[in-house]
T-cell receptor
Framework: ETGVTQTPRHLVMGMTNKKSLKCEQH?????MYWYKQSAKKPLELMFV???????ENNSVPSRFSPECPNSSHLFLHLHTLQPEDSALYLC???????????FGSGTRLTVV | AQKVTQAQTEISVVEKEDVTLDCVYE???????LFWYKQPPSGELVFLIR??????QNEISGRYSWNFQKSTSSFNFTITASQVVDSAVYFC????????????FGTGTSLTVIP
């Protein structure tokens, strides 16, 4: 499969639940990213991983916990979220920012 | 500082009209890249174009064209003879020598093409 694959596409969770978002790429890219896109708001960079190492944490609350076990997989573990965390979560990968990002289709998360 | 400004939040045009989406950027880098992405209602951001700071030639791809002007720090995007399928949110983005491995995105312009 080509491109960046995100699962699940849709997720509804309660505030006390624990869930994980998954992102997978087989493009050979070294960098992977999590973005949050809320309604009527700009894209917000959450985390950046380069060669499996986290290089950026954009002041994200600890209820969001990323994991990058290898250069092809990226997870976002969620626990005790708030309703305002409802958003589209986008994963992207890149061989280097000069070359552009390849985005996944996103996970639309609803916290109830 | 790196910054991308898309002043147009929402635009509506009637099908077959031409429309230009504006993008103004700020950077101190001498080497940088500019991008446009399209985000249809399905959610995935789709790459449209990449342009480096040393190439000011305008580019045309079918109904799409891009006008890069370093003098005004602008990288505008024109859709000719718009179609309903062009309805989407369009993002302009910047990456530079000193941005690490990151993009700086504008806030996006939501384009609605009315049939």
């Amino acid at each position: 499969e080509t491109g960046v694959t995100q699962t699940p596409r849709h997720l509804v969770m309660g505030m006390t639940n624990k869930k994980s978002l998954k992102c997978e790429q087989h493009l050979g890219h070294n960098a992977m990213y999590w973005y949050k896109q809320s309604a009527k708001k700009p894209l917000e960079l959450m985390f950046v991983y380069n060669f499996k190492e986290q290089t950026e944490n954009n002041s994200v609350p600890s209820r969001f916990s990323p994991e990058c076990p290898n250069s092809s997989h990226l997870f976002l573990h969620l626990h005790t979220l708030q309703p305002e965390d409802s958003a589209l979560y986008l994963c992207a990968s890149s061989p280097g920012a000069f070359y552009g990002y390849t985005f996944g289709s996103g996970t639309r998360l609803t916290v109830v | 500082a790196q910054k991308v400004t898309q002043a147009q939040t929402e635009i509506s045009v009637v099908e077959k009209e031409d429309v230009t989406l504006d993008c103004v950027y700020e950077t101190r880098d001498t080497t940088y890249y500019l991008f446009w992405y399209k985000q249809p209602p399905s959610g995935e951001l789709v790459f449209l174009i990449r342009r480096n700071s040393f190439d000011e030639q305008n580019e045309i791809s079918g109904r799409y064209s891009w006008n890069f002007q370093k003098s005004t720090s602008s990288f505008n995007f024109t859709i000719t003879a718009s179609q309903v399928v062009d309805s989407a949110v369009y993002f302009c983005a910047l990456s530079g020598t000193n941005t690490g491995n990151q993009f700086y995105f504008g806030t996006g312009t939501s384009l609605t093409v009315i049939p």
